[in-house]
């Protein structure tokens, strides 16, 4: 995967898109708040839907994100069953795409755990963008 030298997360959702051929688009929903679930993917025929909770804290929205993206790079969603894709808002869903979402709150899967390390070495590329700092000796002197 080829990162631009100044890259920033909506570089990296365009970078993302174009990988998968497909516009992102990424909501903050409060159906999320009080739940397990910290990320959801579906991915459509057009579109790749991304929801998360809402948070004030944009390092944490970010890393919602990156994960999700990360599921995308790694074509988490060619695995068998998951061809399934959204219709229209949520209605057209197979159980199997709610299935995968829902199994999605245990991250001691395989597929959970090497989402969340791209995610994180996604994070790392992130803090080395034109506005992030990029480590504490930045911040503090």
Known sequence: ???PSALT?????????GIRGKQIRIRA??????TSICGLW???????WVFHPPTPWELQRQQFILHELAHMVLG????????????SGFRGLSPEIVRRALMRTEYRTLEEATAEYLADLLAE????GPREPGAF???FG
């Open 1 to 3: 995967m080829e990162l």
């Open 76 to 87: 988490h969603d060619t695995t068998p069953g998951a061809g399934t894709v959204l219709k």
């Open 29 to 34: 929903t409060e159906k999320l708040v009080g």
């Open 9 to 17: 997360l909506d570089r990296l959702v365009s970078v993302v898109a």
């Open 125 to 128: 590329a992130l803090r080395k």
């Open 137 to 139: 000796e930045d911040v």
């Open 42 to 48: 579906l991915p459509g025929t057009k579109v790749e």
